[in-house]
């Protein structure tokens, strides 16, 4: 499988996430500039965290106008699985991908720390490799990470499982819901505050985001590649 790790002016945990899946799961990945006309030759696109052309105006205000998006849309449409993670995930919001919107966390402090999530839909192609309600442990670190919607598109992302990951015990940042990461309708595109490319290994604090990628890799093989 080959992933395309999509590098905005002003990301910074691209590294991160090219290690994650280069190192620790050993598929084939290339950074990708923001201005890039095809990912057609790419399986999977990732959408790093960090600070878009600074974060100007709003996260991912501007980078969702990168030439690259319109790609990425494609991509979407065409059923390739799509993660984007902090930054990333607020860039998704931006393009429309996926619903609702990012406002700065309660405290209005930048909070970064381990926090634990709830899974709460393992049957993504993002998460089959977790259990069912699993807790696990995944780092976060924004200024803007409390999810918002309107209880009619809440009720939506209930009635659909689209609500993949909530904040288990304390809420870090007062997203709607305990909300830490949702899944569009056709369930191939993630959005998640935490970070999982740091928790790849054991020396890292802990190894759970790997199993996302794992899941990544085992759904589209099963899809894609023939015995």
Sequence with gaps: MKFAVIVFPGSNCDVDMYHAIKDE?????????????????????????????????????????????KEVVKAAEAGKPILGVCNGFQILLEAGLLPGAMRRNESLSFICKPVELKVENNRTMFTSE??????????????????????????????????????????????????????????????????????????????????MFQSIVKNWSEAYVKA
């Design 25 to 69: 799961l050993g598929e084939q990945v290339e950074y990708v500039w923001h201005d890039t006309e095809s990912l057609d030759e790419f399986d999977g696109i990732l959408l790093p965290g960090g600070f878009s052309y600074g974060d100007y105006l709003r996260s991912g205000a501007i980078a969702r106008f990168s030439n690259v998006m």
């Design 130 to 211: 977790l259990s069912q309600d699993q807790t696990i442990m995944i780092p976060i670190a924004h200024g803007e990470g409390n999810y918002y919607c309107d209880q009619e598109t809440l009720a939506r992302l209930t009635a659909n499982n689209q609500i993949v990951f909530t904040y288990h015990g304390k809420n870090p940042n007062g997203s709607l819901a305990n909300i830490a990461g949702i899944v569009n309708e056709k369930g191939n595109v993630l959005g998640m505050m935490p970070h999982p490319e740091r928790a790849v290994d054991d020396l890292l604090g802990g190894s759970d985001g790997l199993k």
